[in-house]
């Protein structure tokens, strides 16, 4: 079990930090395991969108260096473009990052995985999916939604 | 056609196709790329076709694009570049250089010129089969499925005026393409069950289609066209 990781949390997932600590996780760096969460809340311009990206490259680059799991949470209305543009190229560029780096760390054993939730989701649930997917448990490139706004949607 | 075709990245490979199957079917092509080269592509197309010349990650390189295309009926968010390397090795230039040109200047072009597109209007934007995970483009990935992304979002705000898809090519016979090393051009190409690259003619068939009437039920949909790599071991 990796007990600890970097969780990135920005604005609009501020339910996500207290969730992961009840459920078990130790706060660490990036090398220990990366948890980072989609920015659903105050994008106003592309220039918001380009550093939540920026941000997602420089955490997943120190995780992957020191063979840490990484794991994506990102919202499942943004990636089907629900709640506008800016929140829907974050979402689907973070699944996308997922996948990507499921495929670069599948040689030697390192993790990737997304987690998609609902704009209203329970954060124990999305909690304790996190920690399993961080741990992979075979798990790796995986989607897994927690919540019901998938349904009969082309998502993933 | 009621209005002006967009097509960027258009002086060679895949953008160079569309902007020839574009104008055949009787579009008035606006031409655009930083590369002078585009200014040969229009004067192959002939009739109303025309080039901007510019740099689209500057706003005043997409102002002439808009400017060139009044009541334009159709944009190809085509230009697009790679910058390859495992994550762990890539710079942070060549993480920003592919976000910015791959989806932040196809994102700002539609921004602007869509409130000025005819009703009935289409969008493509070009992703890639790269969006469902590819090793060495971080980058890359990222900015196709964000682009994958755009395209849901602006499908439901811009409905009903402007249908908005995307395309997601897999390995196409482009320079793109070429500058891989060779032997893993092979390898890939070795795991696609049509055996070969696609020609950018046909990803133009693709792209036709999409901003023509005959499309006319579809949007916010990616279709992906890799002869058949995504489903293949
Ligand atoms: N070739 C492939 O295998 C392949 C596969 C999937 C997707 N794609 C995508 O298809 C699109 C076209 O690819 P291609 O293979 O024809 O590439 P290409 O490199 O042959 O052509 C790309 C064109 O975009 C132009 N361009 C790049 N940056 C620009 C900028 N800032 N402003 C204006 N023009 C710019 C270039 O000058 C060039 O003419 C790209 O978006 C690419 O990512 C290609």
């Given amino acids: ?156 | 056609m009621s209005g002006p075709a967009v097509v960027t990245g258009a002086a060679r490979g895949i953008g160079r196709a569309i902007a020839h199957k574009l104008a055949a079917d009787g579009f008035d092509v606006v031409a655009v790329d930083r590369d002078p080269k585009v200014e040969e592509v229009a004067a192959e197309l002939g009739g109303g076709a025309r080039a901007v010349v510019c740099d689209l990650t500057e706003p005043g390189g997409r102002r002439l694009v808009v400017e060139a295309a009044p009541r334009a009926a159709a944009l190809v968010n085509n230009a697009g570049i790679t910058r390859d390397a495992l994550v762990t090795k890539m710079t942070e230039d060549d993480f920003g250089a592919v976000i910015r040109v791959n989806l932040r200047a196809a994102f700002e072009l539609t921004a602007e010129l869509a409130p000025t597109m005819t009703d009935r209007g289409a969008i493509v934007s070009m992703s890639s089969r790269a969006y469902l995970g590819n090793i060495g483009q971080y980058n890359y990935s990222m900015s196709k499925g964000a682009l994958v992304g755009m395209t849901r979002a602006l499908a439901q705000e811009l409905a009903p005026r402007l249908r908005v898809n995307a395309v997601a090519p897999g390995l196409v016979a482009t320079d793109m393409a070429m500058a891989m090393p060779a032997k893993v051009r092979d390898k890939l190409v070795g795991r696609v069950p049509l055996g070969r690259m696609a020609e950018p003619g046909e990803i133009a068939e693709l792209v036709a289609f999409l901003v023509s009437p005959a499309a006319s039920y579809i949007t916010g949909q990616v279709v992906v066209a890799c002869g058949g790599r995504s489903v293949a071991p």
């Fill in chain 1, 1 to 156: 079990m990796t007990a600890r990781a970097h969780v990135h949390a920005p604005p609009g997932c501020g339910w996500l930090v207290p969730a992961l600590r009840d459920a078990g996780l130790g706060s660490g760096e990036p090398e220990d395991g990366l948890i980072f969460a989609q920015r659903s809340e105050g994008l106003t311009s592309f220039d918001d969108v380009e550093a939540e990206m920026t941000e997602s490259f420089r955490l997943t680059r120190r995780a992957a260096s020191a063979g840490a799991p990484a794991l994506y949470v990102v919202c499942i209305a943004d990636l089907l473009g629900q709640r506008g543009s800016l929140a829907a190229m974050l979402a689907n560029g973070l699944l996308s990052a997922a996948r990507s780096m499921a495929l670069e760390g599948r040689r030697d054993g390192r993790i990737a995985n997304a987690l998609g939730h609902d704009p209203d989701p329970r954060p124990e649930e999305v909690a304790s999916w996190a920690l399993l997917l961080l741990e992979g448990r075979g798990v790796t490139g995986g989607f897994v939604a927690v919540g019901a706004g998938h349904l009969a949607k082309v998502v993933p």
